[in-house]
């Protein structure tokens, strides 16, 4: 986990500013939905903080299934972090879609499969708005996902995904830990309002907004996403998480061999959680765009 967050933020906003310069890029685009993935991405980028000198452009892209405090929290962070911000309801745009391009329900009107279906419509319909502004103004679209959302597959293919990600490998716990670090800097700084932002942000009940679930935890049977996170690095076999249980194990008695099996024994046992389960179970959409090799397509024939 990350131990320097002031330096993280300044390596972040380095690389975007080189970026940037290095492609010419004359201005950045940003959905803000009222969550902390994305208020914490407006504050990085944020033209004044970040010392870029091009605007940021941030959207609001709601639609029928938004709470009104999400719409509020995205509103105020798009005008307090964003060089210029617009609300755009696309919810007659997303009827529009569905009834022009006839994309019928399933046969139980409130089954998940169709909620999942509308929410994948919203989440490319939103992108199409961005990345047309990209377009208009010679710029890019910055991503919000994070790495916990990829690795659950929390994101719609072909929608979610923008040009430049700066929190992508980023856990969530850290996404959290790294707005409250920025929050203190805000108050150094005399700058409450946008402080306010991210601590709002930070206390809402984390949620797309696409209408599929009422918060993103309904369907991990965790708690938080502190426990999601510590389930996915052992899962996942992070180097970091693996040593220090393993120099645990070590100073409480244990040999090496020992506190090998141990952590063997304690991912092994993880293995039918439901964090877990859905990390298999989404790995095809990180795979996404599977291309067939050239050295299979050459390939001779086997005798």
């Not at 208020?39 to 452009?57: D, F, K, M, N, V």
């Not at 405090?69 to 997303?94: M, P, S």
């Not at 502190?226 to 996942?236: G, N, P, S």
Request: glycine content about 6%; hydrophobic content about 40%; proline content about 3%.
């Amino acid at each position: 986990m990350i131990k320097d967050f002031g330096q993280a933020i300044k390596n972040i906003r380095r690389e975007l500013k080189t970026y940037v310069t290095q492609e010419n890029i004359r201005s950045l685009v940003l959905g803000v939905s009222g969550g902390i993935d994305s208020t914490l991405c407006a504050a990085l980028a944020c033209q004044e903080l970040s010392g870029l000198e091009i605007p940021l452009y941030c959207y609001g892209l709601p639609t029928s299934t938004n709470k009104e405090a999400e719409i509020q929290r995205a509103n105020i962070a798009g005008k307090l972090f964003g060089t210029f911000y617009e609300e755009v309801d696309i919810t007659q745009a997303f009827q529009d879609i569905q009834c022009g391009l006839e994309i019928a329900p399933a046969l139980v009107l409130d089954s998940k499969k169709w909620k999942i279906r509308q929410g994948n419509l919203k989440a490319r319909l939103r992108m199409i708005k961005l990345f047309d502004c990209a377009a208009m103004n010679s710029g890019m679209v910055l991503s919000t996902d994070n790495n916990s959302e990829l690795c659950l597959g929390f994101f719609t293919l072909n929608g979610d995904v923008g040009n430049y990600g700066m929190i992508q490998n980023l856990w969530k716990t850290e996404v959290y830990a790294m707005s409250e670090f920025l929050i203190e800097q805000l108050m150094e700084q005399n700058q409450p309002d946008r402080a306010k932002s991210l601590r709002d942000c930070i206390d809402a009940v984390p949620t797309d907004g696409l209408g599929i679930t009422n918060s993103d935890l309904d369907q991990l049977g965790a708690p938080n996403y502190a426990e999601v996170d510590r389930i996915l690095r052992i899962w996942t076999n992070e180097p970091e998480i693996k040593e220090d249980y393993i120099c645990l194990m070590m100073n409480a008695g244990h040999n090496a061999l020992e506190a090998q099996y141990m952590f063997d024994v304690l991912r092994e046992g993880l293995k039918d959680h439901p964090v877990v389960k859905r990390h298999i179970a989404s790995a095809f959409k990180r795979r996404d765009p599977f291309n067939i090799p050239r050295s299979v397509i050459e390939a001779s024939a086997e005798l």
